[in-house]
């Protein structure tokens, strides 16, 4: 079975490298986007004009030229472009935040070191360890290119860390786009029975009619993470690693807390799998003014069309499934881990099974309206949606299921800056009025102004009400249960950000006020605190470059009030020195240098694999020395690699210690690119 993802991988590359020889269609709408590919620039696109490419020509004739790609994320019609930057490209998992904390092996479970809470008001599972590694929906591309475009990724790295990714979108017309993803990770690990293996895809199609008014858009996304559980080093030899006592060169040496398979030598008895998948369409039908405009000498003619009012439809279908598996159950083992005392002997040699299962089906219409003029529209929008969720736990022995319907209004007034200089702002709302979440809400509001050569600032406030996630409220298996009635959290959310690009300097502020907060403890029992409590976070960022040298800081300060059940460090600080360069008249260019990576003592939550949650604790604090990393990145032409050397500060200090009882990685390589390729 471990050959089944490298198989599809190299299908997937034979198709990518010999696409075909297919041209785009080019057609011009007089868009006034600018043909600028760099990254850190947010080219506007108009909101009646989703997702198409700068390129198009009005002579409607195949035309072979030099590609020009861009792409939008569902429901914005902000044009981006494909990632081509070098400073940061050896980071290695590229969404994840630089505070981002795993197991001590890559693609395990994740927290966030700068608190952020999760927010989904409705309906849930609960399971969100993996969210910073997840396709979802809101990060789901929608292309449009003017020829077949290839993206292949591929990472290596110490102890069989693999990573392989293939991207590949074409146009089949001019107004239809389709594009395919598929992503393989896996890592052996330092520890033992810490083994992880994820596999994800997507894909992604949409379509304007030649005319403009109808518009389609439609996507799917796949997950499944697989993680062995060690439970994390034993107190005697992590004890020993922190105090540099004995040899552990090798850590798989070292005694973990989770047993073996029966019969296995590298397989883990213990082990949490979550598997989900999403299908979204869209379609819509706008009503407008349409117009022909003429060049001076009548020799071109441009159709353009304004939407005044939109006929929309979206339908998604979500399936999420959460498995815990014990093969080797113990009863002491689960006794001592406070999930009650077991008293059947047969425990000793039965294994431990619970599946918890999410479907939804998700019905929007909404009726859109569009003020002001071409490049100045403000979309107005207003709809009804009725949703359908069943949730289940599958316990070996039986099987328990619900079903929930629910009804909800939603709106949004949101307007784009589609020039320098201009103002943009949305305000969106989302209100349950039937249903088990009936009295949820989401409101969330945002402004901002472009300030041209100087950056821009923006601020905003979000509040919402949801009910606690299925999996917090149920867990069943044939020898243990939990079930916890829990009230609506309430979390409000305040935020400014202002960037300044003439002196490239970040400042934020963000502060959290939240109520009937849910945790786990470390009795590992889920509590709620219905005091308030509020958490402030204070942000900046600094880049100075002298020539070919850049130096740049970042800091984050974050302070809780008083009883609140929450553990961050008071301070996370990330420095990057680097020189970068072209070399051989241009044709190398070459970043390189050394990160640090530093934060102030905290009792950090610490994990339990029996509910793959991660808990607040209070009696283990974490003190860790800067973590460092070396890397030389280079790029030629369409091809960019990188070498890395991470945690290279244990040549001197001791191990840091990402979790309690969870060591990070021992001085490790890394070695990876990426290639275009362009039909």
């Known amino acids: 079975m471990q050959r089944l993802p490298a198989l599809l991988l190299l299908t997937l590359l034979g198709f990518v490298l010999n696409p075909g020889r297919i041209w785009a269609q080019v057609i011009n709408y007089n868009n006034n986007i600018t043909n600028n590919t760099d990254p850190n620039q947010q080219q506007q696109n108009n909101l009646f004009n989703q997702g198409r490419d700068s390129s198009f020509k009005a002579n409607a004739d195949w035309k072979d030229e030099q590609a020009k790609i861009h792409f939008n994320y569902l429901n914005s019609a902000v044009a981006r472009y494909p990632d081509s930057s070098l400073s940061f490209f050896h980071r290695y998992q590229f969404p994840q935040s630089w505070w981002g904390k795993d197991l001590g092996n890559a693609n395990t479970a994740v927290r966030n070191e700068v608190f952020t809470p999760t927010v989904t008001p409705g309906l849930s599972l609960g399971y969100n360890a993996y969210d910073v590694y997840k396709l979802t929906l809101n990060n789901l591309a929608f292309y449009n290119t003017t020829r077949p475009y290839s993206a292949f990724s591929f990472m290596m790295g110490s102890k069989n860390e693999q990573n392989v990714e293939i991207l590949h979108t074409q146009n089949i017309s001019p107004n239809w786009n389709i594009a395919a993803r598929l992503r393989y990770r896996s890592s052996q690990g330092f520890y033992n029975l810490q083994r992880s293996n994820n596999i994800g895809g997507s894909l992604s199609s949409n379509y304007q009619s030649t005319n403009q008014r109808y518009y389609m858009a439609a996507g799917f996304v796949y997950n499944r993470f697989k993680q062995d559980e060690n439970g994390g080093l034993n107190t005697n030899n992590l004890d020993s690693l922190l105090h540099n006592v004995g040899d552990y060169s090798d850590r798989q040496v070292l005694d973990v807390n989770m047993p073996f398979r029966r019969g296995s030598t590298t397989n883990a008895a213990v082990s949490n799998t979550l598997r989900d998948w999403t299908f979204y369409v869209q379609n819509n039908y706008s009503i407008g003014q349409a117009d022909t405009l003429y060049n001076k000498d009548s020799t071109q003619a441009t159709y353009r069309f304004t939407p005044r009012f939109r006929f929309k439809h979206q339908l998604e279908l979500h399936s999420e499934r959460h498995m815990f598996r014990d093969i080797n159950g113990d009863s002491l083992r689960y006794a001592t881990a406070g999930l009650a005392k077991i008293l059947r002997d047969s425990l000793l040699t039965d294994s431990i099974y619970t599946a918890q299962t999410w479907f939804y089906v998700d019905n929007k219409f909404s009726l859109n309206g569009f003020l ?124 400014g950000e202002v960037n300044i690009k003439r002196i490239r300097l970040q400042l934020g502020v963000r502060n959290y006020l939240l109520t009937n907060y849910i945790y786990y403890g470390s009795d590992l029992k889920v509590h709620q605190q219905s005091e308030a409590f509020s958490l402030l976070q204070l942000y900046g960022r600094k880049e100075f470059r002298f020539g070919i040298f850049a130096l740049d800081n970042e800091v984050v300060w974050q302070q809780p009030t008083g009883g609140a059940p929450v553990q961050v460090p008071a301070v996370l600080l990330r420095h990057q020195f680097r020189i970068e360069t072209n070399l051989f008249r241009s044709a190398l260019k070459v970043a390189t240098g050394l990160e640090v990576r530093y934060h102030t003592s905290y009792f950090s939550d610490g994990y339990t694999p029996y509910f793959n949650q991660f808990y607040y604790q209070d009696t283990e604090k974490i003190t860790n020395a800067p973590e460092c990393t070396a890397f030389f990145n280079f790029k030629i032409k369409n091809f960019r690699a990188y070498v890395i050397g991470g945690q290279l500060q244990q040549f001197f200090t001791r191990s840091i210690i990402n979790a309690p009882g969870y060591p990070a990685q021992s001085a490790l390589f890394r070695f990876g690119f990426n290639w275009i390729l362009v039909n």
């Open 372 to 495: 002001g003029k071409k490049n100045e529209l403000v979309l107005i929008e207003a709809g009804i949606a009725n949703r359908i969720d069943r949730f289940g736990t599958d316990y070996v022995t039986d099987r328990e299921s619900s079903s929930n319907v629910s009804n909800y209004l939603f709106g949004e007034i949101k307007k784009e800056a589609f020039a320098e200089g201009q103002w943009e702002y949305r305000a969106a709302a989302k209100f349950i009025f039937t249903g088990e979440a009936v009295g949820n809400f989401d409101i969330n509001a945002d402004v901002g102004k472009d300030l041209k050569k100087w950056g821009q600032f923006s601020a905003g406030l979000r509040q919402s009400l949801s009910n606690a996630p299925y999996s917090w409220t149920v867990f069943k298996t044939k020898f243990y249960e939990r079930n916890y009635d829990l009230n609506k959290t309430s979390v409000t959310q305040l935020w």
